[in-house]
């Protein structure tokens, strides 16, 4: 079973900076995987932010493109989400997903995930 914990939220001006980090546990070696984040905004549906493959294939949603960067570090099992020039529009609960078995393109939707974090609290002051 996949265990996901998300840190490093908070709560910073527009134009910040924060760094998401995803903790993962219980992967079988050697298979191929997607992981992701997605965002969910009060009042909102949750929402693919970015992905990355096994490979570090790697896709941006339009919107933080240019601003976030996704990464991993294999020998730590740690996705991690640089947020730069963050928004007020940036603000939300931020989810680390993963699909273990899947190989890129990787899904930009919410069922293309089987294992999902608790999430951390991202919040942008104008």
């Known amino acids: 079973q996949v265990q996901l914990v998300e840190s490093g939220g908070g709560s910073v001006q527009a134009g910040g900076s924060l760094r998401l980090s995803c903790a993962a546990s219980?992967?079988?070696?050697?298979?191929?995987?997607?992981m992701a984040w997605f965002r969910q905004a009060p009042g909102k549906q949750r929402e693919w932010v970015s992905s990355?493959?096994?490979?570090?294939?790697?896709a941006y949603a339009s919107s933080v493109k240019g601003r976030f960067t996704i990464s991993q570090d294999n020998a730590k099992n740690t996705l991690y989400l640089q947020m730069n020039s963050l928004k007020p529009e940036d603000t939300a609960r931020y989810y680390c997903?993963?699909?273990?078995?899947?190989?890129?393109?990787?899904?930009?939707?919410?069922?293309?995930?089987?294992?999902w974090g608790q999430g951390t609290q991202v919040t942008v002051s104008s």
């Open positions: 997903a993963a699909a273990p078995g899947r190989r890129w393109p990787c899904s930009t939707a919410l069922l293309g995930y089987n294992f």
């Open positions: 219980g992967y079988t070696p050697g298979i191929s995987y997607c």
């Open positions: 990355i493959s096994t490979t570090g294939t790697l």
